[in-house]
């Protein structure tokens, strides 16, 4: 079964750019849609965007003018950068892959706090 | 936006009992794109039924799904202290791509 592990900073700052990347165990990238979703904490989740492993994004309209994704196949990996944080992005925030149109595998998540 | 609400927000119940957790759109949704998971606290979401009605790899027969249109239902029986997780309904469709309902905490004391 496909392992996807989220990474990167923990904390960032108010008005910066949060930046993860989420690494898949195994080749399947290629072939496949991932996602981006994030969770509040003790809230629902928030799906923020998908890309394909040829690189074509498509993002949630709530977070349109400030998400950015992109995919590197040779590395196995996928990322995210969200623009202009505040305190309300703070949330841990998941990686995973879509199996069709629903998502069958996750990362465990990271935590990212936005805060001074 | 299609908006999942779901119901109750907390369910107590206790082993061995059904449970039936609901999930209502604010437009129709097609079944084949409905989707439950289950998540514990700590841990990423799992996947639970696809399609309204098919179980992901390694699910027990004990959960199911059924509905259609804006009406859906996920049932647990025989339901045991493991089953304690929060349920979340998903669609696909519309704008945004994925949404999915606030969630439905069960618990089994």
């Known amino acids: 079964q496909v392992q996807l592990q989220e990474s990167g900073p923990g904390l960032v700052k108010p008005s910066e750019t949060l930046s993860l990347s989420c690494t898949v165990s195994d080749d399947s990238i290629s072939g496949y849609y991932w996602s981006w979703i994030r969770q509040a904490d003790g809230k629902g989740l928030e799906w923020i965007g998908r890309i394909y492993s040829s690189g074509t994004p498509s993002y949630n309209p709530s977070f349109q003018s400030r998400v950015t994704m992109s995919v590197d196949t040779s590395k196995k990996q996928f990322s995210l950068k969200l623009s202009s944080v505040t305190a309300a992005d703070t949330a841990v925030y998941y990686c995973?892959?879509?199996?069709?149109?629903?998502?069958?595998?996750w990362g465990h998540g990271a935590l990212v706090t936005v805060s001074s | 936006e299609i908006v999942l609400t779901q119901s109750p927000g907390t369910l107590s119940l206790s082993p061995g009992e059904r449970a039936t957790l609901s999930c209502r759109a604010s437009q129709n949704v097609s079944s084949f794109y409905l989707a439950w998971y289950q998540q514990k606290p700590g841990q990423a979401p799992r996947l639970l039924m696809f399609?309204?009605?098919s179980r992901a790899t390694g699910i027990p027969d004990r959960f199911s799904g059924t509905g259609s249109g804006t009406d859906f239902t996920l049932s647990i029986s025989r339901l045991e202290p493991e089953d304690s997780a929060v349920y979340y309904c998903q669609q696909f469709g519309g704008s945004p791509l994925y949404t999915f309902g606030q969630g439905t905490k069960l618990e089994i004391k």
């Open positions: 995973a892959r879509l199996g069709s149109w629903y998502f069958d595998s």
């Open positions: 399609g309204a009605s």
